[in-house]
């Protein structure tokens, strides 16, 4: 095989390579025993004309296009391989020649990944992480417990108050016309939540139970319904109960309550405080790394990122999560109508973090090369046995899964990150 890459702009070009008698040969084969099952012809039975006959009464070029298709992946990755470019594109075929007799000769148009200019990726500055935990950290960990402990009580002909929970029954109009959706029986509402369209909560407090009002509120104009989009409304409400939390108390009998490996609120604190430093600890590791590499690719140079990368990025990422929507029993158009959004809107959502990560994988890519970083047996093992580990599978279906090649690309991005973030110096 002859392979020939010529570029047509910054990251676009022309391939160029034949494919050989032998090969094709293998292809017409293919093409013939696929078409000659189904094949009548007078003097033979059914599926079994001969190669020769067929040749003489349709041609040997009738099944060029089949055995184009049966033999062009394996050429085309040949040729791509020969050549050393890195398509990042589907390939678009155009075909120079197919004389009979002769080798083939095959164009593809690719767009291939960009050249990336490497800055300083090693002894890096980020910013020193905050890692100490004090005792308003505590004492906030232990006043989010107490809220969730807190029980509600009834007032008794005592207005309501923000924080407060008010159990209500309500119906929105837009004029005379109530509207879809917006009424309520029994509705259970923590005042100061925001749970409500901005103006509705704060209308409630000062009411007592037994109370009936008009609340009057605007709807946003990017509200998801665009048949109430920024329209003025009034809910009719009523108040039916107002209730107030009651915190336990901070000692060692709710200690022990919130948690039964405590004997006192001081083991409780000490305890909190110990699972507030190793979180601490692991975000600020979180936010070292992240600063190294960010920086590292912001050093870097990028010739022309190709909108393809992005593109196909944007909807793996898509893809992933609307995935996770099916699986919580969410399906697309259903996400979609919830959310008063569009496919369009959700691909706007993905695109900056996309363009980011291509670009972060392009420039780790390139240390990798600059490096020289390998992965040999010994690492490929260790790896699989951590993915087994990570995913409580066996060994062997982690293998089934994911390729070496695969696994030794993962091993040497891992490397090239550790030292870029292993390297990168606090100040």
């Excluded at 033999?71 to 009979?100: H, R, T």
Aim: overall charge negative; cysteine-free.
């Amino acid at each position: 095989m002859t392979a020939n890459f010529e570029k047509t702009g910054t990251n676009d070009g022309v391939l160029t390579f034949s494919i050989e008698r032998a090969a094709i040969e293998k292809g017409l084969t293919t093409a013939f025993n696929k078409v000659k099952k189904n094949l009548s012809v007078p003097g033979f039975r059914k599926g079994k004309v001969s190669r020769t006959v067929f040749n003489r009464m349709y041609g040997e070029e009738a099944l060029y296009e089949d055995a184009l298709n049966a033999v062009l992946p394996e050429a085309y990755e040949a040729a791509v391989k020969e050549a050393g470019i890195d398509p990042v594109s589907q390939p678009k075929i155009d075909v120079d020649s197919m004389e009979k007799g002769k080798d083939w000769v095959i164009k593809a148009e690719v767009t291939v990944k960009p050249e990336v200019k490497l800055g300083d990726y090693k002894e890096l500055e980020v910013p020193k992480q905050d890692t100490e935990v004090t005792d308003e950290d505590v004492d906030a960990r232990l006043k989010r417990e107490q809220e969730a402990q807190a029980e509600l009580v009834i007032k008794e002909d005592e207005a309501a108050a923000n924080g407060d929970t008010v159990v209500i029954d309500f119906e929105g109009f837009i004029g005379d016309e109530a509207f879809e959706g917006g009424k309520g029986e029994n509705y259970s509402l923590e005042l100061g939540s925001g749970s409500f369209i901005p103006g509705f909560e704060e209308q409630l407090v000062g009411h007592k139970a037994g109370e009936s009002l008009d609340v009057v509120v605007t709807f946003p104009e990017d509200y998801q319904s665009e048949d109430l989009a920024g329209k003025e409304a009034t809910f009719k409400v009523t108040i039916h109960e107002v209730k107030a939390k009651e915190l336990p108390e901070l000692d060692d009998d709710f200690a022990k309550d919130v948690d039964d490996e405590v004997e006192s609120l001081a083991e409780l604190k000490e305890k909190y405080r110990k699972e507030l430093t190793e979180q601490k600890a692991e975000a600020a590791k979180e936010a070292h790394d992240e600063a190294a590499i960010q920086k590292a690719v912001e050093n870097a140079e990028i010739v022309d990122l190709p909108h393809v990368m992005v593109h196909d990025e944007v909807h793996r990422s898509m893809d992933e999560f609307l995935n996770n929507m099916q699986r919580q029993g969410i399906n697309p158009d259903m996400y979609y109508q919830l959310t008063g959004s569009t496919e369009e809107d959700l691909h706007k959502q993905f695109e900056g973090e996309a363009e980011n990560r291509v670009k972060t994988n392009l420039v780790v890519e390139a240390i990798v090369k600059a490096e020289k970083i390998t992965a040999d047996q010994e690492d490929i093992t260790k790896e699989i046995k951590e993915l087994a580990e990570m995913y409580q599978m066996p060994e062997d279906k982690v293998k089934s899964v994911l390729t070496e090649d695969m696994l030794e690309h993962d091993i040497k991005m891992k490397k090239a990150i550790e030292l870029v973030t292993g390297t990168a110096v606090e100040k």
